[in-house]
């Protein structure tokens, strides 16, 4: 199926959230792992969302380039013309863009949607995400405002963040940042839903902090608490009304729960972050070959090697199945199994 258009991603968000389950949102950077998201999803029967981060868009444009709008463009294209392929629908994201990368990343890649749409064709992307997470949150919300305004006006869906999910990612340390900034309170999300509800019409996801950090770590090391999620939803739909109850993100969450997922799925999460998981799902095949065929992808002792063990081709096919494999993983644990909005052939 084609890439959803913006009334099929709103449908899909809709439906998650009324049936309580949650698409996996997978980070890519290179078009093999951008496959291996497509493989995941359509073996799970799942919709799902592929998203591109600063950090792995600069890779996608190459060593030499290093261009994040560029290399976001490429990833984008190739799934625009691979998703045809598929039987279910996927949506275009990007991941967190600070303050100081608007300009030089979300920006031009919205006027790259705005070109396309003057020239009649699909939008690019499908939602960006502003992260606004380092700064106070008035200062968070006075960028955000005017930015989903002109989200909206593209049918674009704009996700922020109020809060600091902890860890590290792309690059970025969330250190220094005082406890209770790892938890999102009731007034921090009236507070969104009054500022964001303002522009009429509009569709946003907030990803609310929980204790939630990037990073890998053993089941049980991170302690959520997804009850916030709750105190914060009931108060926006007390003080706003059941339509304002937020469609949540989840980042970070490696290592969380089976329980903890589902309850924070219950309290309106339609979307997880998975980047960590399935990078390590890729690799792992990729060391699993090269340690059980070390005398034939290295040319030892003067011998010539075995082409067909060190051709990239070989190689990457196993870490794409082992990726795509690690989605599906994460499908199941999100309740999306056979979920997809497409018709069963």
Known sequence: MPIADYETYCKMLDRARENHFAYPAINVS??????AV???LAESRSDGIVQVSTGGAAFASGSSVKDMVLGAISIA???HRVADRYDIYVALHTDHCQAQLLDS????????????RKAGLPNLFNSHMFDGSALPLKENLDIAVPLLDRCHRNDLILEVEAGVV???EDGIKAEGAPAE?????????????RRLGAVKGSRFLLAATFGNVHGVYKPGHVKLKPSILKDGQDAVEKEYGKDARFYLVFHGGSGS???EIHEAIDYGVVKMNIDTDTQYAFTRAIVDHMFKNYDEVLKVDGEVGNKKKY???SYLAMAEASMAERVKMAVTALRGVGTTLCAVK
């Open 30 to 35: 290179s078009l093999t792992t951008a496959n």
């Open 38 to 40: 497509l493989k995941g």
């Open 77 to 79: 294209e190739h799934v």
């Open 105 to 116: 990343f979300l920006i031009p890649l919205v006027e790259e949607t705005e070109r396309r």
């Open 166 to 168: 902890g860890g590290e």
């Open 181 to 193: 900034k790892l938890y999102t309170t009731p007034e921090d999300m009236l507070q969104v839903a």
């Open 257 to 259: 729960l089976p329980e």
């Open 311 to 313: 051709d990239p081709r």
